[in-house]
């Protein structure tokens, strides 16, 4: 898409309703915002997709949300964004670049496409830690897959 800008935004500013799209939940996502790092993409100063970086131990990061604007979406943004924070991730040294992600559906190929390879799989992760079920393509989501570029 031609006029994107991505550039990174104080936390404050964070396009909330915009993340909420990949992680449902507000109370989770204002967990670990203050911490994180929020990058946007910008079509004329507005904002049409974002992601959240969190700084884990050693050294490593993990994608917390990752999300475009329904209206934007298959337009090469999120490819835009998530390659945008592969190269941050390395060029800050990082170990590893964890994200979570569901057991099935489009997401895991936009994952793999750019190098993140599984490496765990936490069973009842969405059963657990979310108060209402969560629904994709019509079918609930229970198990969570861990991915991660290991550099
Ligand atoms: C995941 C997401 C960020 C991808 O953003 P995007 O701008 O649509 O991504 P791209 O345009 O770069 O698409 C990359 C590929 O993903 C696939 N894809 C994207 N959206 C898709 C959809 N709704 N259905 C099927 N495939 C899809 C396509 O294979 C696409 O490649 P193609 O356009 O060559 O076919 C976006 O779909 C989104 O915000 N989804 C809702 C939130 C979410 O699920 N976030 C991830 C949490 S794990």
Redesign the pocket.
Known sequence: MKNISIVELPWQEAPVDLLL??DPSLEKLNSYLKESKCVVALDNKKPI?AYVLKPLVQGSYELM????LPE??????????LKHAVSFARESGARRLE?G??TFG??L??YQRQGFRVYKVDRDFFLTNYPEPIYEEGIQLKDMLRLSVDY
């Open positions: 799209l990949a997709g949300s990752i999300a475009v934007f979406q298959k337009k090469g943004v999120g490819t835009a964004l994200v992600t569901g489009y997401q190929a936009f």
